[in-house]
């Protein structure tokens, strides 16, 4: 069974049910379901080879779903792009996976550089390419049924690049299903589920796209996103689910004037992307109701390897757990010499599995050192308590989340170290009450040279984009460093963190 089928069963089914209601009017399951087949169609005529890769880079619409479903129905494999990110990191994920096909809208268009691949505009573009004329082409037809193993690539998701290319994380069929199956049963999901989409289809949304759709429930789409619009999709439209980072969240319950009311039908408010403070939960719940929860996972073992259930979370002692693992996954706690530890113990998280990636795009090497034995690395540390509640204790890796995305400092560090009045610098994250996380930089600046803060933002900003801009920069005559020269990173943090308490 392939991940899409989850959908196309579920069209049998509940055929006149809307699958998805948003600014451009409601669309059933009948009709989504032929449009994703006349679309794969389509997308197999260009290009007829399966498990080739097809980029798409839009913003929240019906036409990115249909596009994503088509993508799937045509046994090619996904490549999500932001549109929150620069042309400049598009292009390096596109020259990684080199696409036969780029399908955008008119917010990723100006993204996306000049390739080899056929580029479809959901909105416009080239009357052979232009959206309507595809879906006419394949119009009745059924696209071919490529007979492709579970562990076939369904998407290449990237999670962050070094110097040289991004990460692409391979999510395997079996991953897809997996993640479809627990998430359905994690959450109860049903037919008069309407989820409401508030974070991006690229990121948090698309993991549930499809257990939403299998059940027969609604998405919910809205002209822009922001704490009003989402309030009334809840509020005006029935919405009974959705998932954003605690940045979101907050910004929800500060609005004036609004409160549980306004939430009449909301069953799962799921939070993830960022860790969530106890007394953050504790205000979350006085406002919300019995309704937070949230799961742990990562792009390498997509999203749901624990949950922790608005019902768990009636118990004070499980508030800093990010729940108990789901099916078809293990996790377990190791040492650095590899050895599992018993419960009660603190070391490294790591996961075995449906959920496991396959590795990563064209890098073997990364691969051998993340997977072990057949042991995802998570580079989190915590330990797993004797009710089997997983605790997170820190990372091994610097990664930081900030509003729910993963920012790497040494891309940044890059950045920064690109402008020439800077010498070195230490790129670190913060706690921070509105994004989880901050992004943070400590620059030394060459002898002679200066710069501003806001002109080093303005460099990175340009570079990777607004999510990885610091917010605040620290400057240092010299920065602080070992004996052999090492910038002392815990020693520069610690500094800024005086700096800004």
Known sequence: MYPIDFFFRAAEQHPERVALDGPDGQVT????????????AALQDLDPAPQTRVAICAGNSARHILALLAVLASGKVWVPLNYRSTEREIGRILDATAPSIVIM???????????????????????????????ARGAGREPVRHALPRDAT????????????PKGVMQPYHAWNAGIVNQIASWGLTHEDRYVVSAPITHGTGTYLLPVLAQGGAHLLLDSVTPATITAAFRERGGTLSFMPPTLIYMIMAQPGVSRADFP????LIYGGAPMPVEKIERARGFFGPVLGTTYGQTEAPQIVTVLRPA?????????SVGRVTSLSDVAIMDTAGKLLPRGEIGEVVVQGDLVMTGYWRLPEKTAETIVD?????????????????????????????????????????????????????????PDDKWGEAVH????????????????????RALLGPV???KQIHIHDSLPRSSVGKVLKNAVRDAAQKETS
């Open 441 to 460: 930089a400590a620059v030394q600046f060459h002898p002679g040279a200066q710069a501003g803060a806001d002109e080093l933002k303005a460099h990175v």
């Open 105 to 135: 809208d008119g917010v990723g268009a100006p993204l996306v550089p000049a390739s080899p691949a056929r580029r479809i505009d959901l909105e416009d573009g080239p009357a052979d390419l232009a959206l309507a004329a595809l879906l």
């Open 265 to 268: 039908a909301l069953r799962n």
């Open 468 to 470: 990885a801009t610091p």
């Open 374 to 430: 057949g042991w995802l690395h998570t580079g989190d540390t915590g330990l797993i308590d004797a009710r089997g509640y997983l605790f997170l204790k820190d990372r091994l890796r610097d990664v930081i989340i900030t509003g729910g995305f993963n920012i790497y400092p040494v891309d940044v560090e890059n950045a920064l170290s690109a402008h020439p009045a800077v010498y070195e610098c230490s790129v670190f994250g913060l």
């Open 312 to 320: 768990d979370l009636e118990a004070p002692e499980n508030r800093a």
């Open 29 to 40: 399951y009948a009709r989504l379901a032929a449009d994703t087949r006349a679309l794969a």
């Open 154 to 165: 369904q998407a290449i998701k990237f999670t962050g690049g070094t110097t040289g290319l």
